[in-house]
């Protein structure tokens, strides 16, 4: 004879939850088209950082929002079609610098038609050089800056379309050429 299911109440700590169901289409959806993320950085001294940005990137300043203090709030800067957002580092409200933390982890990948002279410019205006601007395997003139606040820049230009069987042979013979032994 078969034993009797036991069946518990749907709050009994052993009930079966019931399965969450995947995303359909309108659930993907629920981000209206036209959405778009921007960085936001935290910046000790976002005054200096934005006449940097303006020197570096021909930055348009868009907005700025100043508080009692003179420290910025909140500003949006243009650089081409791309929008950044900063504000000053403020205790208390978990808006910390690369400074206060030692080093950002974020890198802006930021697009421009002559990378060498906007990375001069930039060098020019204070940046340091990571990785100094070179052709890459994968098709485009790249350099990895540091502004003078503690971000991060990978400045490039597309200068080939590389298909991606060649870029893979490229990117293991380039891990192999860089690899340490």
């Given at each position: 004879?078969k034993?009797?299911k036991?069946?518990?109440?749907?709050?009994?700590k052993s009930a079966k939850?019931p399965?969450?169901?995947?995303?359909t289409n309108?659930?993907?959806?629920?981000?209206?088209?036209g959405s778009r993320a921007?960085?936001?950085?935290?910046?000790?001294n976002a005054?200096?950082a934005i006449?940097?940005?303006?020197?570096?990137?021909?930055?348009?300043e868009v907005v700025r929002?100043e508080?009692?203090?003179?420290?910025?709030?909140h500003c949006?800067?243009?650089?081409?079609?791309?929008?950044?957002?900063l504000a000053d580092e403020?205790e208390?409200?978990g808006?910390?610098?690369?400074?206060?933390?030692g080093?950002s982890?974020v890198?802006?990948?930021?697009e421009?038609?002559?990378?060498?002279?906007?990375?001069?410019?930039a060098?020019?205006?204070g940046?340091?050089v990571?990785?100094?601007?070179?052709?890459q395997f994968y098709?485009?003139?790249?350099?990895r800056?540091?502004?003078?606040?503690g971000?991060?820049?990978?400045?490039?230009?597309?200068?080939?379309?590389v298909p991606?069987?060649e870029?893979r042979?490229r990117e293991?013979?380039?891990?192999?050429?860089?690899?340490d032994n």
């Amino acid at each position: 004879m078969k034993k009797a299911k036991r069946i518990r109440p749907a709050g009994h700590k052993s009930a079966k939850k019931p399965r969450a169901k995947a995303p359909t289409n309108a659930a993907l959806l629920a981000v209206p088209a036209g959405s778009r993320a921007m960085p936001y950085l935290i910046i000790k001294n976002a005054a200096r950082a934005i006449d940097f940005y303006r020197i570096a990137f021909d930055a348009i300043e868009v907005v700025r929002l100043e508080g009692a203090d003179g420290r910025i709030a909140h500003c949006e800067i243009k650089i081409g079609d791309a929008s950044i957002l900063l504000a000053d580092e403020w205790e208390g409200i978990g808006a910390t610098s690369p400074s206060a933390l030692g080093g950002s982890p974020v890198i802006i990948h930021l697009e421009v038609d002559d990378v060498d002279t906007m990375a001069k410019r930039a060098i020019d205006a204070g940046a340091k050089v990571i990785f100094p601007v070179e052709d890459q395997f994968y098709g485009e003139r790249a350099g990895r800056l540091q502004d003078p606040f503690g971000h991060l820049w990978l400045l490039s230009t597309k200068i080939e379309s590389v298909p991606a069987a060649e870029m893979r042979e490229r990117e293991r013979s380039w891990l192999r050429e860089n690899s340490d032994n």
